[in-house]
């Protein structure tokens, strides 16, 4: 959420509009808040238009927000993309680099390299580079970041990044560079959060490998294009038409000798597919069933064990598994911990590897695994015997396939696609593990003296998920009450403004490590959809969970301790099971309107019941 001095900005879409700009002024700009508000909805075009009449909004440091100069410059595109006529063609694209370089000096001056900047970045670069405006330009742009001491922490925009690079020195003629990049990208299947990036790479390395004369490359990636499920027609098509053209004619190609059976299979069937996709056969509908075959064969093949393209590999000569996650969050690696366990109680005498980003690390410190860098580390998938592949993730997989009717919970989820079965899955410890060590626990012991909170009771609460549409909107208004009768431990990740109460603590500057260690003195905690849920059901805390657009009911399933406050009874909506970039369908807005109905007094009353509990 929006904070200023530790207040949320609370305004809404009814009065918004009596309150943009000043009464007496109305040529004048709408107020920076306002304008934020707009910006933090996504109200892209409305951005971009108030920046467009009043280009001082640039100049002034007051509108200088990852949102306001975000939304100007994807609201700038998306004008350039449906022909807006307000402004010339010229003009907008003048006012969308202008607000780019903007967003990268403050992204610099701060230090911060917000997720906005890049997701700028890529779509001005791809907008671009699709009208073949410029390449030396559009390369200086995606490397502009770098050139500020900037670092792209996000794993999917870092893959795209790196596409669109080796696009871009492609097509301006340093093949080597591009084919270099892009074999790097190839070689790391695991670092994959979306599919759609994974085809690209497989029709760019066709290009490269063709131009620097890599044909074994070529004839390797041209049938692994289409062994690989994904939902990209456009994209088989063309890697169909690329193996035509290839081989001239079917013949030649079912009587070529070194492709697969399999591969020629399903190259004839895509055949099959498309030829009664062509619009005077689709009243047919075979293209319909044709279409569920095909993918459904692809899926299988893909992630239900039978091998290709990487799900699992099995090598029976080799010892050891791996298990790749190229990606957080923290709560998906608590709700790892219980088949990680299990897996290392069946396969006692193999080594188990835990390929993550080091920044999470210390969520496994004392586990019976090894830990592997997946970020700069070399890896090779082939010397293990097996290879798990999370990052491609299977909760996200399964919640999107059956939402909203989701029934899995994220522990089980992962304990079978790590191949925890049978006898095995009906013993699993279901709750999350995280060990700390003695000297962990006397820092813990001083921290609470120091602060003269050894004979208090705390009330631990989680300010804000990593997800803005699943925070709770009166967050303020609850730790004030909570203050006004015990000590609250408030814990975030990043430096927590207002809140200055004696009776609050803010948890801000810590390692997640401590932080856990002070969770663990809590005798009730408060979180939303976050880590802190599992982290709390570690240590079987009493823990009041506020849910509305996920499912609560499915998240704590296994967590006893744990009491789910939300609307269901009141919205029969919940829980939608919608992200950061679907808006609430009630209010179209960024914001969730089920978060927004819990009560504060609700809230409370769980909170003093739990705390009565738990003194008897």
């Known amino acids: ?59 002034d440091k007051r509108y200088h927000t990852a949102n306001i100069l975000a939304s100007t410059v994807l609201g700038g595109l998306d004008c350039l993309k449906n022909n807006d006529n307000q402004f010339s063609k010229q003009d907008i694209q003048k006012i969308t680099y202008k ?194 075959l095909l993918l459904g064969g692809l899926y299988v093949n893909n992630y239900l064990n039978f091998g290709l393209p990487f ?25 790892m911990t219980p088949a990680i366990l299990a897996l290392r109680h069946q396969n006692t005498n193999e080594d188990i590897v835990l390929a993550i980003p080091k920044a999470y690390f210390s969520i496994f410190k004392d586990f019976p695994i090894k830990l592997f860098d997946i970020e700069t580390e070399i890896l090779d998938t082939t010397v293990f015997r097996k290879w798990i592949n999370l990052t491609d993730c299977p909760a996200a997989r399964t919640e999107s396939r059956t939402l909203p009717n989701v029934k899995w919970n994220r522990i089980d989820i992962f304990a079978k696609s790590m191949g925890v079965t049978g006898q095995a899955f009906k013993n699993l410890n279901r709750i ?33 998920s990593a997800d803005t549409y699943k925070d709770y909107p009166h967050i303020n208004e609850l730790i004030a009450k909570l203050a006004e009768k015990a000590k609250v431990l408030l814990f975030h990740g990043e430096k927590i403004d207002g809140y200055d109460s004696p009776n609050v603590i803010k948890i801000d500057h810590y390692s997640f490590r401590q932080a856990a260690i002070l969770v663990q003195q809590c005798n009730v905690m408060i979180v939303p959809d976050s880590a802190f849920l599992h982290l709390a059901a570690v240590y079987h805390i009493p823990t009041i969970a506020l849910f509305g657009p996920t499912g609560g009911k499915i998240f704590t399933k296994h967590y006893p301790n744990a009491t789910v406050v939300d609307v269901a009874n009141e919205l029969p ?23 927004k109905m819990i009560t504060t007094s609700r809230i409370i009353e769980q909170v003093n019941a739990a705390l009565k509990m738990k003194s008897e």
């Open 432 to 464: 999350p593990s995280f060990y700390t060590n003695e000297q962990e626990k006397t820092w813990g012991t001083e921290f609470l003296n120091k602060h003269k909170l050894l004979e208090t009771k705390l009330v631990g609460v989680h300010l804000a």
């Open 99 to 292: 607000a780019l370089t903007v967003l990268v000096t403050y992204c610099a001056k701060i230090q911060q390299p917000y997720k906005e900047l890049y997701e700028c970045i890529i779509a001005y670069v791809e907008f671009f580079l699709s009208k073949s405006e410029d390449l030396p330009q559009l390369l200086d742009i995606l490397r502009l970041p770098k050139q500020y001491g900037l670092k792209n922490n996000f794993l999917p925009l870092k893959i795209k990044e790196k596409l669109l690079e080796s696009t871009l020195l492609f097509k301006m003629g340093d093949k080597e560079t591009a084919n270099e990049i892009i074999r790097s990208l190839y070689k790391k299947p695991f670092l994959f959060l979306h599919r759609k990036d994974w085809v690209e790479v497989y029709t760019l390395m066709q290009q490269v490998s063709l131009s620097v004369g890599d044909l074994t490359s070529y004839h390797t990636v041209l049938f692994k294009s289409l062994r690989y499920f994904h939902l990209e027609d456009n994209q088989r098509l063309l890697h169909v038409k690329q193996i035509k053209y290839t081989y001239r004619s079917l013949s030649g190609l079912l009587l070529t000798p070194n492709i697969d059976f399999a591969d020629k299979a399903n190259y004839l069937l895509h055949l099959i597919y498309f030829f009664f996709k062509k619009p005077h056969l689709t009243w047919t509908k075979i293209d319909r069933l044709l279409r569920y």
């Open 311 to 335: 799900k699992k590999i099995i090598h029976s000569s080799n010892q050891g598994i791996l298990i790749t996650r190229a990606m957080g969050g923290i709560g998906d690696f608590l709700m």
């Open 1 to 59: 959420m929006n904070y200023q001095n530790g207040k949320q900005l609370s305004l809404n879409n009814r009065d918004i509009k009596d309150h943009i700009r000043p009464a007496d002024l109305p040529n004048a700009p709408c107020n920076p808040v306002q304008l934020e508000y707009f910006a933090y909805h996504r109200q892209r075009l409305i951005v971009f238009m108030e920046v467009a009449k009043h280009l001082t909004i640039l100049e």
């Open 573 to 595: 909506c919940v829980p939608c099971w919608r992200n950061e970039h679907i808006p609430c369908k009630l209010t179209n807005g960024r914001e969730s309107v089920c978060m």
